[in-house]
Antibody, heavy 118, light 107 residues
Framework: EVQLVESGGGLVQPGRSLKLSCAASGFTFSNYGMAWVCQAPTKGLEWVASISTGGGNTYYRDSVKGRFTISRDNAKNTLYLQMDSLRSEDTATYYC???????????WGQGVMVTVSS | DIQMTQSPSVLSASVGDRVTLNCKASQNINKYLNWYQQKLGEAPKLLIYNTNNLQTGIPSRFSGSGSGTDYTLTISSLQPEDVATYFCFQHNSWPLTFGSGTKLEIK
């Protein structure tokens, strides 16, 4: 069974950093691209960043470029999102999602909440 | 960026009704359009990929169609468990973008 479990969220002050993790199981992690998608409270979904199978290719939405870094450790079956210079508008639930070449984002984790507030 | 516009924003229908949700892209997305269902407090679930392909395990009452800039999700016979918000999503070009969602309610 495919499982994606996010962790590392919490309350953080503006300008500070946070690192999210997504532990994957039930599939061969290194064979799949991965991504982070966020959802602000009562709002819609917003793609944040994607990473290729080996980690060599990364993509970001403009609003997080230079502040967020997506990475992965295939030996640990874990996806990461390093979030620096956090802003109040980054407050959201962050989901990790598995990407396939056919269906695109097929499995999603349950999400982790990030609140940026002083 | 490709803007995805969903309509209506809220839809109220009766059990057994045929329901159609719409999604319009600001430019041609070449059928690279997925539909996700999100129930309250849950993660999104993939229903349809690449316009009209039913994801494994999804009931056959869900179907998708469209081309170019206009896409639809149809539920042939609405069930109580279909209460959710439905999002369309384009993966034709970066940045990847979602629609703002259609909230589906039961009358």
């Amino acid at each position: 069974e495919v499982q994606l479990v996010e962790s590392g969220g919490g309350l953080v002050q503006p300008g500070r950093s946070l690192k999210l993790s997504c532990a994957a199981s039930g599939f061969t992690f290194s064979n799949y691209g991965m991504a982070w998608v966020c959802q602000a409270p009562t709002k819609g979904l917003e793609w944040v960043a994607s990473i290729s199978t080996g980690g060599g290719n990364t993509y970001y939405r403009d609003s997080v470029k230079g502040r967020f870094t997506i990475s992965r450790d295939n030996a640990k079956n874990t996806l990461y999102l390093q979030m620096d210079s956090l802003r109040s508008e980054d407050t959201a639930t962050y989901y990790c999602a598995r990407r396939t070449t056919t269906t695109f984002f097929d499995y999603w984790g349950q999400g982790v909440m990030v609140t940026v507030s002083s | 960026d490709i803007q995805m516009t969903q309509s209506p924003s809220v839809l109220s229908a009766s059990v057994g009704d045929r329901v159609t949700l719409n999604c319009k892209a600001s430019q041609n997305i070449n059928k690279y359009l997925n539909w996700y269902q999100q129930k309250l407090g849950e993660a999104p679930k993939l229903l349809i990929y690449n316009t009209n392909n039913l994801q494994t395990g999804i009931p056959s009452r869900f179907s998708g169609s469209g081309s170019g800039t206009d896409y639809t999700l149809t539920i042939s016979s609405l069930q109580p468990e279909d209460v959710a918000t439905y999002f369309c999503f384009q993966h034709n070009s970066w940045p990847l973008t979602f629609g703002s969602g259609t909230k589906l309610e039961i009358k």
